[in-house]
């Protein structure tokens, strides 16, 4: 690859332009309203806001990854946090085991909606689809029946701290964090960079990938694609219950509400980030800057004013924009492989011919 | 013909009128007989017309294979921008209910326009244009109620009981009649079902499936405006958080009801039959004084139950058939069968 393919391929990739478009916005409205720099009122939220959309993000991507969709991000992300936050509140579990008993509770709901998916054989939006019915009624359910209003409001030692600390509050000696940054997008970067992993360097994310993009091909070159459907559905659930802990944690209680809003944002980042709805492509970091776009201009509206109403109407027609940018890139993409192919076949023929 | 008889035994639609039989016995005994009496009754039908619509709109997408997450956002943002002319603008009463009908089925329209546009899966244009809606929807009314009183003749419509039982109901009945007579003799419906069932053959056939789906989505946004209009007939006002509870109902009553979600087939009996058996539940749920997220719970596990049991009965259908000849050795990849499989992996 020579450098001015590289430079090519820097500038066309959308990332790039992300980056770009989220440094103009924050400048301009920076410079509009002095108030979006203030670390306690603007950047903190916005920051905690972004630290859960994007796990809810990755929770979607792992599934498109496949070429499949997951309905049921908010019922899983729900479970997840009503799992633990039962945890805490009748079992007197300490914050590591909470958490990790929300998540094997997400992982499971994602695990079963894979096996009816692989070995059903059933389309992933409506098995998801019923499963986000299913538990749309169960969450509620269960919570009035484990407490009496309907939310947990738990003193386990270290989730507030978890959820609501800054930066700013760990001091070494005197010297102290800066202000503003939540604890919370730690969490997140650990979770991207495990993802990451996984599909970079795991021969387990390989396969996923392979499957994504032509699923026969994968079958035929002896990967478990069944399996890996699974695997990607329970990794969903797994990252769901994660950023529902993650609300839980920062609002302070767990209530059935947690998860209603998630699934336009699960859709938002990967595909603002360059995700293949079609499978067989994913960006991690694509989907932080995707998630990190909308929520920086969500906050940026509020400050200027504009309702709950605006924003939906804005992040629904983001959301069509980005889907025809993502239907001509795979257009595009398309083209190039056809290219390919010809190519290859001429090189066949003439090996024939010689 | 004895042959066609046990088959009707056994479809969907009996089991669900015996379920409704079943539940309205048990009803009826829990509240003393009161469940039979003509205000209950009265009531029950007048709360089951709009969900029989909007499950019928729903079964309109599903039958080429799509979804139409914005049924109830496209309902409610017509039912307000309807209410907004007729109080604020001070357009008549019946101008306003035909008005709430035609946004219903532009924005189907516009639907089906985004998805052959983008050619992307209908469900994220829903899900897009359902924001967008419920935003507008937001924007539009705020958090007033537009009371009935502005539109007298409409509420006329609400409150008319021909024999006994609501009007709205008739209507939702007489519409799912000349549905299910246009599924079976109307040749665009049936192309509908051919571009559902199969697209490749369907284009082969020479049929448009890009016209299928904008028909499709254009009917099911023309039934979100009907049930607009009866919550225009029906309800006391329109405000916000008409159309927010749709979504469940919408789905439930079909799939409930045996249509195959991957497209193909519809079933206007079945999903009349369980909007039906849906009501019954939420009426169990006031009778025995639940929670109303039993409900929720209660449909969404008998849709995942029959989901997972569908899937298993037509496996065992067509498990015979599946024994085909083994294929040809295939033929270099040509450019065509390249792109028919990059059109299935992103259709799947």
């Known amino acids: ?354 | 013909m004895k042959t066609r008889m046990g088959a009707m035994l056994r479809t969907q639609n009996t089991t669900l009128a015996v379920v409704i039989v079943i539940g309205t016995i048990i009803l009826t005994i829990q509240s003393d007989g009161r469940f039979l009496s003509p205000i209950s009754i009265q009531t029950f039908f007048q709360f089951l017309a709009i969900p029989i619509i909007i499950g019928l709109a729903q079964m309109a997408t599903l039958a080429v294979g799509q979804m139409n997450l914005a049924v109830g956002a496209i309902g409610g943002f017509a039912a307000c921008s309807a209410a907004i002319l007729i109080a604020d603008v001070g357009l008549p009463g019946w101008l306003g209910g035909i008005i709430a009908i035609v946004i219903g089925a532009v924005a189907g329209l516009l639907n089906g326009l985004i998805v052959v546009l983008t050619q992307i899966n209908g469900f994220v244009v829903t899900l897009a244009t359902m924001t967008i809606l419920a935003g507008a929807q937001y924007a539009i009314v705020g958090t007033r109620t537009i009371t009935a009183a502005s539109w007298p003749e409409l509420q006329a419509i609400g409150a008319a009981r021909p024999l006994g039982i609501p009007l709205i109901f008739w209507i939702a009945i007489a519409i799912a009649i000349l549905l299910a007579l246009g599924y079976r003799h109307m040749l665009v419906a049936r192309k509908m079902l051919a571009s559902g069932g199969n697209p490749l053959a369907a284009k082969l056939s020479g049929i448009s499936n890009n016209g299928s789906l904008v028909a499709a989505h254009t009917l099911s946004g023309l039934l979100c405006g009907i049930a607009a209009f009866l919550v225009l007939a029906s309800l006391p006002g329109a405000n916000k958080s008409i159309g927010g509870d749709w979504l469940l109902a919408s789905f439930a009553a079909p799939i409930i009801g045996g249509v195959s979600l991957v497209g193909g087939t519809v079933a206007v009996l079945g999903t009349v039959l369980a909007a039906t058996v849906i009501r019954l539940v939420d009426s169990a749920r006031a009778a025995f004084q639940l929670d109303p997220s039993w409900v929720n719970l209660v449909i969404g596990a008998v849709v995942l139950g029959t989901v997972a049991l569908d899937r298993v009965r037509t496996q065992r259908r067509t498990a015979p058939a599946r024994r085909r000849p083994p294929a040809p050795p295939a033929p270099a990849p040509t450019p065509a069968a390249l792109t028919r499989t990059i059109d299935e992996g992103a259709g799947a």
């Open chain 1, 1 to 354: 690859m020579s450098r001015s393919d590289r430079i090519g391929g820097i500038l066309s990739d959308n990332r790039t332009g992300l980056i770009a478009l989220i440094v103009v916005i924050v400048v301009l409205i920076g410079a509009l309203k002095p108030m979006f720099y203030s670390p306690q009122f603007v950047i903190n939220p916005m920051l905690t806001s972004i630290a859960i959309f994007t796990v809810v993000g990755l929770s979607q991507m792992v599934v498109l990854s496949v070429g499949q969709m997951n309905l049921a991000v908010g019922g899983m992300a729900a479970v997840g946090a009503m799992v633990a936050g039962i945890a805490f509140q009748d079992g007197d579990a300490p914050l590591l085991l909470g958490l990790a008993l929300g998540l094997v509770a997400g992982g499971a709901v994602g695990m079963l909606c894979g096996v009816i998916i692989a070995y059903g054989g059933v389309n992933s939006f409506v098995v998801t689809l019923a499963m986000s019915f299913a538990l749309l009624g169960l969450v509620p359910t269960i919570y009035a029946w484990v407490s009496p209003g309907s939310a947990i409001t738990v003193p386990t030692p270290g989730l507030s701290e978890l959820g609501r600390w800054q930066l700013s509050d760990l001091c070494i000696g005197d010297t102290c964090g800066p202000d503003g940054i939540p604890l919370l997008i730690f969490v997140t970067l650990i979770a991207m960079l495990v993802i990451w992993f996984l599909f970079a360097k795991l021969r387990v994310g390989r396969e996923t990938l392979l499957t994504g993009s032509n699923d026969r091909a994968a079958l035929l070159s002896a990967i478990p694609v069944p399996r890996r459907v699974v695997t990607v559905h329970t990794l969903s659930g797994l990252l769901a219950a994660l950023a529902g802990f993650m609300l839980g944690a920062s609002t302070g209680s767990f209530t059935p509400a947690i998860g209603q809003e998630f699934m336009l944002q699960s859709f938002l980042g990967p595909i603002l980030g360059g995700t293949l709805l079609a499978g067989g492509y994913v960006s991690v970091f694509g989907t932080f800057l995707g998630i990190t776009l909308t929520v920086i201009i969500r906050q940026g509206l509020l400050l200027f004013g504009v309702g709950i109403e605006g924003l939906n109407i804005l992040l629904g027609s983001i959301l069509l924009i980005a889907l025809s940018a993502d239907r001509i890139r795979h257009v595009v993409g398309q083209r190039a492989r056809l290219r390919a192919v010809r190519r290859a076949d001429t090189t066949i023929d003439e090996a024939v011919a010689a």
